[in-house]
């Protein structure tokens, strides 16, 4: 069973940049990047396969958020660049994501999520 554990969260000024790591017990998934601020719903916010040549994007962190993993390692990696107070969310990593919507699925297995906070 797929487990996963989130870690790299923290407190950034505006136009600060913070890299979120996940770690995956398992490979042959689709790992995705979700976030939920206080009061909002739970969205998408990055998507790759499990071979790491496919990648999607919310258009709100196009340009600016890059996910990546490293297989042999089993880590999933989220690079924030350019963050703006709206980016203030816990962020959770889970599998399997849909490449094609960057969705989840109700079955995909969640992180315990890690808190970034933008602010001056």
């Known amino acids: 069973q797929l487990q996963l554990v989130e870690s790299g969260g923290g407190l950034v000024q505006p136009g600060g940049s913070l890299r979120l790591s996940c770690a995956a017990s398992?490979?042959?998934?689709?790992i995705g990047w979700f976030r939920q601020a206080p009061g909002k719903e739970r969205e998408g916010v990055s998507c790759?396969?499990?071979?790491?040549?496919?990648?999607n994007y919310a258009d709100s962190v196009k340009g600016r958020f890059t996910i990546s993993r490293d297989n042999a390692k089993k880590m999933v990696y989220l690079d924030m660049n350019s963050l703006r107070p709206e980016a203030t969310a816990i962020y959770y990593c889970?599998?399997?994501?849909?490449?094609?919507?960057?969705?989840?699925?109700?079955?995909?297995?969640w992180g315990q999520g890690t808190q970034v906070t933008v602010s001056s």
């Open positions: 889970a599998g399997p994501c849909d490449i094609y919507s960057n969705t989840y699925y109700s079955d995909s297995t």
């Open positions: 790759i396969t499990s071979s790491g040549t496919r990648t």
């Open positions: 398992k490979n042959y998934y689709a």
